[in-house]
């Protein structure tokens, strides 16, 4: 407690903060209880310290519970979630950012704009009524110049709550605007519906946004106009995001070096430095060289935004920089409890966000280990302690000082990778090996391109030779990390896809690196209490284990009026069904596969040629490792669908398997088509599949239309199922009701979507289907959803990981579930005459 104060405050309050998202509690309560904490702490009572610790938690509870509370009777979270059409105005609260992306093979851009709302009209409504809130603003291309921040505008388009994941554990979107205090997206058609409020007003762009446009500018000098290493340099110095295209970005992610790319601890750690030398060489005094770097990093934080990863880097630096004026030893473990304390009285809201915890996280595990790991690995090349220093050769000394210097630089990259790895998996789904060693190349390259650029902005435009010359310079050493990224991602075993940690085993990590940073044996009382939480953290993992096992797992994906499913059992290797069309794959069906941990699609069932089910093969062929392709014996005449399946044989070397009923694909059977069969429409061709499990048969049915409903009854007619999954035909129309009146199953999944319109189930669909002896759900209700057997009970969660009501089951059906493959069976429930009169009549 002496050398670090300020630690175990700064914890106390985080954890208030984490109580108060766990446990909403009443703001009235709240403020008594945080009151009477204080006055007790205040006391000189002999408990005065518990006191102290219980008031910590209460404030950070408190903190977090009065900012995101609604108090304010306008706030925009009072109105309904609906999509409405409205018109806003308000006030840029940020400089818009043009993001670009790929999409189909399209190049496309998009601005990104938040707008502080302070009036809106509704469609049909004259009048303007008083509101208050952040909205996010997403308009298809580029805004007119004259849009930024403090400008005051007019904004129409369609309002709504932010889309939710589209699938269990991808990235929330939703999730990560309400940390970020937005609730409601605007979504505009087109530049043309943004406006002035005032066009005759004085506005003017602010100084950081025409320093921006200067230093862009200033940076290109020499360089050509379209290049991707200009604007990684525009990214890295500037913090400019609209270079950080997915193309570009992806080696930088797979390689573990995409931190570079923000301005963090290595930017303003560099240019205090930087400041730092420069001054103490012109003998400048400390108090003086302390006031300088202070305002020189304070002001290129303003100067790339007020970015919330430059604002805690900066509170850091100052934190250290500050103990300078106060003549006191640095202690790097304090100074970074005294920054996050400041971070969270700021703004309670960032413990929940990635870059937060990826921060502090990262700088506590250098803290930690590396002092510990180098004196370990010196002692590898040390010298005998006893032996005079004039007796070690010169070259044994020398070799043991380039030792220490890379000892030095391995620890840092290795207790970083250590402190990454678990939020690492959490949010992006990824263990980068490979990092160890790219982080040793390309961050010290990175430090030269970014003193090369600061060099630039410094010689300017008095100088422009320099400029060019400093230009040059930063353009070979982007060149050299883009370079050493690739081959690092590329390296076997350098990366793979891992599935998100349970909270319990991420705890029980961060306290074993906390015990292997210890420098002494812990007091008694703290070796308790560290156990006591080491023994929580491992019944906290045991039990999120025990709730998450299964003997068998199913995720429905809902993809533009096609749908996906990925089976997982328990004792054969996963299989995919379907593969949405290109857009779907990229966006929903590869981010879920690798939220799964998955590198590897044994096996990918494509059950028809439409493009909505099959355009995005190729896409997760080139990202995952495919092994097998099962196709349908139908021949589809599909274009797209034939090309893709040709160029699976040749170009990926995968085995293109033509199965028709009866065949068996463990866990699978395959009941339609057979040989032979012919159909005039490409969905009656679909594969039909069954899945038995516990005595349970779940019946996937593709888009099976009525043609192929009717043969495949007639074909088993003994055929039983519990549950059915189906998607709609080419016609809009969705499973038979009799068809599943006639296989005894107890629920109807129809995989149906709210994107396009043609994928949304129709009103007279749903009221053919209401009434039934069956349950049915849409998926263009529920989203994406899980279902998880153990044993033969069942139950369903939608993509947040919520239970479904009414959606789960247990045990068989009445009728023993029983699929037929061609065997012959000597009870017959139905002869095939009267299932076809009943599709008929249907």
Same mark, same amino acid.
């Given at each position: 407690?002496?050398?670090?104060?300020?630690?175990?405050?700064?914890?106390?309050?985080?954890?208030?903060?984490?109580?108060?998202?766990?446990?909403?509690?009443?703001?009235?309560?709240?403020?008594?209880?945080?009151?009477?904490?204080?006055?007790?702490?205040?006391?000189?009572?002999?408990?005065?310290?518990?006191?102290?610790?219980?008031?910590?938690?209460?404030?950070?509870?408190?903190?977090?519970?009065?900012?995101?509370?609604?108090?304010?009777?306008?706030?925009?979270?009072?109105?309904?979630?609906?999509?409405?059409?409205?018109?806003?105005?308000?006030?840029?609260?940020?400089?818009?950012?043009?993001?670009?992306?790929?999409?189909?093979?399209?190049?496309?851009?998009?601005?990104?704009?938040?707008?502080?709302?302070?009036?809106?009209?509704?469609?049909?409504?004259?009048?303007?009524?008083?509101?208050?809130?952040?909205?996010?603003?997403?308009?298809?291309?580029?805004?007119?110049?004259?849009?930024?921040?403090?400008?005051?505008?007019?904004?129409?388009?369609?309002?709504?709550?932010?889309?939710?994941?589209?699938?269990?554990?991808?990235?929330?979107?939703?999730?990560?605007?309400?940390?970020?205090?937005?609730?409601?997206?605007?979504?505009?058609?087109?530049?043309?519906?943004?406006?002035?409020?005032?066009?005759?007003?004085?506005?003017?762009?602010?100084?950081?946004?025409?320093?921006?446009?200067?230093?862009?500018?200033?940076? !290109? $000098?020499?360089?050509?106009? #379209?290049?991707? %290493? &200009?604007? @990684? +340099?525009?990214?890295?110095?500037? =913090?400019?995001?609209?270079?950080?295209?997915?193309?570009?970005?992806?080696?930088?992610?797979?390689?573990?070096?995409?931190?570079?790319?923000?301005?963090?601890?290595?930017?303003? !750690? $560099?240019?205090?430095?930087? #400041?730092?030398? %420069? &001054?103490? @060489? +012109?003998?400048?005094?400390?108090? =003086?060289?302390?006031?300088?770097?202070?305002?020189?990093?304070?002001?290129?934080?303003?100067?790339?935004?007020?970015?919330?990863?430059?604002?805690?880097?900066?509170?850091?630096?100052?934190?250290?920089?500050?103990?300078?004026?106060? %003549?006191?030893?640095?202690?790097?473990?304090?100074?970074?409890?005294?920054?996050?304390?400041?971070?969270?009285?700021?703004?309670?809201?960032?413990?929940?966000?990635?870059?937060?915890?990826?921060?502090?996280?990262?700088?506590?595990?250098?803290?930690?280990?590396?002092?510990?790991?180098?004196?370990?690995?010196?002692?590898?090349?040390?010298?005998?302690?006893?032996?005079?220093?004039?007796?070690?050769?010169?070259?044994?000394?020398?070799?043991?000082?380039?030792w220490r210097q890379l000892a030095a630089a391995f620890a840092v990259s290795f207790a970083a990778w250590m402190g990454?790895?678990?939020?690492?998996?959490?949010?992006?789904?990824?263990?980068?090996?490979?990092?160890?060693?790219?982080?040793?190349?390309?961050?010290?390259?990175?430090?030269?391109?970014?003193?090369?650029?600061?060099?630039?902005?410094?010689?300017?435009?008095?100088?422009?030779?320099?400029?060019?010359?400093?230009?040059?310079?930063?353009?070979?050493?982007?060149?050299?990390?883009?370079?050493?990224?690739?081959?690092?991602?590329?390296?076997?075993?350098?990366?793979?896809?891992?599935?998100?940690?349970?909270?319990?085993?991420?705890?029980?990590?961060?306290?074993?690196?906390?015990?292997?940073?210890?420098?002494?044996?812990?007091?008694?009382?703290?070796?308790?209490?560290?156990?006591?939480?080491?023994?929580?953290?491992?019944?906290?993992?045991?039990?999120?284990?025990?709730?998450?096992?299964?003997?068998?797992?199913?995720?429905?994906?809902?993809?533009?009026?096609?749908?996906?499913?990925?089976?997982?059992?328990?004792?054969?290797?996963?299989?995919?069904?379907?593969?949405?069309?290109?857009?779907?794959?990229?966006?929903?069906?590869?981010?879920?596969?690798?939220?799964?941990?998955?590198?590897?699609?044994?096996?990918?069932?494509?059950?028809?040629?439409?493009?909505?089910?099959?355009?995005?093969?190729?896409?997760?062929?080139?990202?995952?490792?495919?092994?097998?392709?099962?196709?349908?014996?139908?021949?589809?005449?599909?274009?797209?669908?034939?090309?893709?399946?040709?160029?699976?044989?040749?170009?990926?070397?995968?085995?293109?398997?033509?199965?028709?009923?009866?065949?068996?694909?463990?866990?699978?059977?395959?009941?339609?088509?057979?040989?032979?069969?012919?159909?005039?429409?490409?969905?009656?061709?679909?594969?039909?599949?069954?899945?038995?499990?516990?005595?349970?048969?779940?019946?996937?049915?593709?888009?099976?239309?009525?043609?192929?409903?009717?043969?495949?009854?007639?074909?088993?007619?003994?055929?039983?199922?519990?549950?059915?999954?189906?998607?709609?035909?080419?016609?809009?129309?969705?499973?038979?009701?009799?068809?599943?009146?006639?296989?005894?199953?107890?629920?109807?999944?129809?995989?149906?979507?709210?994107?396009?319109?043609?994928?949304?189930?129709?009103?007279?669909?749903?009221?053919?289907?209401?009434?039934?002896?069956?349950?049915?759900?849409?998926?263009?209700?529920?989203?994406?959803?899980?279902?998880?057997?153990?044993?033969?009970?069942?139950?369903?969660?939608?993509?947040?990981?919520?239970?479904?009501?009414?959606?789960?089951?247990?045990?068989?059906?009445?009728?023993?579930?029983?699929?037929?493959?061609?065997?012959?069976?000597?009870?017959?429930?139905?002869?095939?005459?009267?299932?076809?009169?009943?599709?008929?009549?249907?």
């Amino acid at each position: 407690m002496i050398k670090q104060p300020l630690t175990a405050p700064a914890c106390l309050f985080a954890a208030g903060i984490v109580c108060s998202q766990a446990v909403p509690t009443a703001l009235p309560w709240l403020f008594a209880a945080t009151v009477l904490a204080g006055l007790a702490a205040l006391s000189r009572a002999r408990h005065g310290p518990g006191f102290l610790a219980v008031f910590l938690v209460l404030a950070g509870w408190t903190h977090l519970a009065s900012t995101t509370a609604t108090l304010d009777p306008d706030d925009l979270r009072h109105q309904s979630e609906e999509p409405r059409i409205v018109t806003l105005e308000g006030r840029l609260a940020s400089t818009p950012e043009q993001r670009v992306h790929t999409q189909n093979g399209t190049r496309r851009t998009n601005t990104l704009a938040l707008v502080e709302c302070q009036r809106q009209r509704f469609e049909g409504d004259g009048s303007w009524h008083r509101v208050r809130g952040t909205v996010i603003v997403a308009t298809p291309g580029v805004l007119p110049v004259g849009f930024g921040r403090q400008r005051e505008v007019r904004v129409s388009g369609v309002l709504a709550a932010p889309r939710g994941p589209q699938a269990p554990g991808i990235f929330d979107y939703a999730e990560h605007l309400r940390w970020r205090g937005i609730h409601r997206e605007l979504r505009v058609s087109r530049p043309e519906d943004w406006d002035p409020w005032d066009p005759n007003s004085d506005w003017a762009p602010p100084w950081d946004e025409r320093f921006q446009g200067w230093a862009r500018a200033t940076l !290109a $000098l020499g360089l050509p106009e #379209v290049d991707p %290493a &200009l604007g @990684l +340099l525009w990214s890295m110095t500037l =913090g400019w995001k609209t270079g950080l295209t997915d193309d570009v970005e992806e080696p930088f992610m797979r390689s573990g070096t995409m931190h570079l790319f923000a301005i963090s601890g290595l930017h303003i !750690a $560099l240019i205090a430095s930087l #400041v730092t030398q %420069a &001054l103490r @060489l +012109l003998r400048v005094p400390r108090t =003086g060289v302390a006031l300088v770097v202070l305002m020189v990093v304070w002001a290129y934080t303003a100067a790339t935004g007020w970015q919330p990863s430059a604002i805690r880097a900066t509170i850091m630096t100052s934190v250290v920089v500050g103990s300078w004026l106060l %003549a006191r030893p640095p202690e790097l473990l304090n100074s970074l409890a005294a920054a996050g304390l400041a971070v969270l009285i700021w703004d309670p809201c960032q413990l929940f966000q990635a870059g937060f915890q990826l921060s502090f996280a990262v700088v506590a595990a250098i803290a930690l280990l590396q002092p510990p790991l180098v004196a370990w690995l010196s002692r590898l090349t040390a010298p005998d302690p006893w032996l005079p220093e004039d007796l070690v050769p010169r070259w044994r000394r020398l070799a043991h000082q380039v030792w220490r210097q890379l000892a030095a630089a391995f620890a840092v990259s290795f207790a970083a990778w250590m402190g990454a790895l678990p939020l690492g998996a959490h949010y992006f789904h990824l263990c980068t090996p490979a990092s160890l060693a790219a982080n040793l190349v390309v961050v010290p390259l990175s430090s030269a391109a970014l003193a090369s650029n600061l060099g630039a902005l410094i010689s300017g435009d008095w100088a422009p030779g320099f400029t060019e010359l400093f230009n040059h310079g930063a353009w070979f050493w982007m060149r050299a990390m883009m370079i050493v990224s690739d081959y690092a991602a590329t390296l076997p075993g350098g990366c793979w896809n891992v599935a998100r940690w349970p909270a319990g085993l991420t705890a029980l990590w961060y306290l074993g690196l906390a015990l292997c940073g210890l420098r002494r044996r812990p007091h008694r009382t703290l070796g308790v209490m560290l156990g006591l939480a080491a023994t929580a953290c491992l019944a906290i993992a045991c039990a999120e284990w025990h709730a998450h096992r299964s003997s068998l797992r199913l995720t429905l994906l809902p993809l533009r009026g096609g749908h996906a499913v990925w089976i997982e059992p328990q004792r054969s290797p996963p299989i995919l069904v379907d593969a949405g069309d290109l857009r779907s794959a990229e966006q929903v069906v590869e981010p879920y596969l690798r939220a799964r941990g998955v590198d590897r699609i044994p096996l990918l069932a494509l059950t028809h040629g439409d493009i909505r089910h099959t355009g995005g093969a190729r896409r997760l062929a080139e990202v995952f490792d495919l092994d097998a392709v099962l196709r349908s014996p139908h021949p589809f005449r599909s274009k797209d669908y034939r090309e893709t399946l040709r160029w699976l044989e040749v170009s990926n070397r995968v085995q293109v398997i033509t199965a028709a009923a009866p065949t068996r694909v463990p866990p699978l059977r395959l009941l339609h088509p057979a040989p032979g069969d012919r159909f005039s429409r490409a969905d009656e061709g679909s594969l039909v599949l069954a899945l038995e499990h516990e005595g349970q048969v779940i019946l996937l049915a593709a888009d099976l239309g009525a043609a192929g409903q009717q043969a495949l009854v007639e074909r088993h007619p003994e055929l039983r199922a519990d549950l059915v999954i189906a998607g709609l035909d080419d016609r809009g129309g969705g499973f038979n009701p009799t068809v599943v009146e006639h296989l005894g199953a107890r629920h109807l999944i129809l995989m149906d979507d709210t994107m396009p319109a043609t994928a949304k189930a129709r009103e007279k669909l749903r009221r053919s289907l209401r009434g039934r002896a069956f349950a049915v759900w849409f998926a263009s209700d529920t989203g994406a959803l899980e279902l998880t057997w153990r044993g033969s009970a069942w139950k369903a969660r939608d993509a947040r990981g919520r239970d479904v009501p009414g959606l789960a089951g247990g045990g068989s059906i009445a009728h023993k579930a029983r699929v037929v493959a061609g065997d012959e069976v000597e009870d017959r429930h139905a002869d095939r005459e009267t299932v076809g009169h009943l599709l008929q009549d249907d």
